[in-house]
């Protein structure tokens, strides 16, 4: 018998998982190349979809290997 071990429960879900890889940010003059510090570029259509608006502002909150990303309220509430 195979039980299926992905049920949707009603008002639980999962997070979407996506995988970025660090990049190298260069700082460039006319003599030399130079990594200044790592980045990492989010951009997508998913953004916009949960609510993440070109213009808004966002609060990044840091622990050791752990990165959270909120919008910041609009202060017109």
């Not at 460039?28 to 989010?42: F, G, N, S």
Request: aromatic share 6%; glycine share 6%.
């Amino acid at each position: 018998m195979q039980t299926n071990k992905h049920v949707k429960k009603p008002g639980v879900r999962r997070p979407d998982v996506r995988s970025l890889k660090i990049q190298p940010k260069y700082r460039v003059d006319q003599w030399r190349d130079t990594i200044v510090a790592p980045e990492i570029k989010l951009c997508g259509a998913w953004l916009e979809q949960l609510g993440f608006h070109c213009g808004k502002r966002v609060i990044v909150t840091t622990m050791k290997e752990v990165l959270i990303i909120t919008l910041q309220p609009d202060e017109s509430q």
